[in-house]
């Protein structure tokens, strides 16, 4: 059982999805605006946002970015989009949303994306509190150790905040931008292609099990469990 916040204007979807949520065991409330979307993230403290991309007040692609940059930025976000919305979607992945479904989707397929968004975030909880894991990767954040398929795999400081990272935010795509100030700092004077380079010799030192770092074309990286 999770606690769902529904972000969606049109009321039939809104009440049609909250029913389904319910009936899927889990808490679930819909808001009208993005405002008010924000403005109940701290009262409801939801553990997955579905967020309509067009709505009235505010562009649901920067209600992802107000949610990233708050409190709540760690909750899991689902868009829900009309199939013309590409450029809002791809602006909303490149702003942190996990995943997005397109309208008209089944309420099958939706409750399954929200069951698959919610155990990825479970599994992203460190395991002791000092490692991390994902596929047949497992890093030691105190030892500074990574091993890939009970393997040693010997990282430069870089390589290893930059797999941290991944590990971190799983399921969640990370635009080279995002990449860039997070691992490399935010003043760092390098191009995005420098990432790219990165990313393929830590997938060559992680070998096969390295293929749990997804590209996502024209966008960024994605860790995939
Ligand atoms: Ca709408």
Same mark, same amino acid.
């Given at each position: 059982m999770a606690r769902i916040l529904v972000i969606e204007d049109e009321q039939d979807l809104g009440t049609l999805l909250e029913y389904n949520l319910k009936a899927d065991g889990h808490e679930a409330e819909v808001v009208r605006t993005g405002a008010a979307g924000i403005g109940r993230l701290s009262g409801?403290?939801?553990?997955l946002v579905l967020l309509d991309?067009?709505?009235?007040?505010?562009?649901g692609s920067e209600v992802a970015r107000l949610i990233r940059e +708050?409190?709540?930025?760690?909750v899991p976000i689902i868009m829900v989009t009309a199939r013309s919305e590409e450029t809002d979607r791809v602006r909303g992945l490149e702003l942190g949303a996990d995943d997005y479904v397109t309208k008209p989707f089944s309420v099958k397929e939706l409750l399954l994306r929200v069951k698959a968004v919610l155990r990825r975030q479970g599994e992203a909880a460190p395991v002791d509190g000092r490692l991390l894991s994902a596929g047949d990767i497992v890093l030691d954040t105190e030892r500074h150790e990574v091993k890939a398929r009970g393997d040693a795999v010997v990282l430069t400081a870089l390589e290893f905040r930059l797999l941290k990272t991944f590990l971190e935010r799983p399921g969640r795509v990370q635009t080279r931008e995002t990449l860039l100030s997070d691992v490399w700092g935010? #003043?760092? #004077?390098?191009?995005?292609r420098t990432v790219d380079t990165h990313i393929k010799r830590l997938r060559e030192k992680l070998g096969?099990? +390295?293929?749990?770092?997804?590209t996502i074309r024209g966008v960024g990286y994605k860790l995939v469990g």
């Open positions: 409801f403290k939801p553990d991309l067009m709505l009235p007040d505010i562009a +708050g409190e709540s930025r760690r935010i #003043d760092a #004077d390098i191009t995005t096969p099990a +390295g293929d749990i770092i997804e």
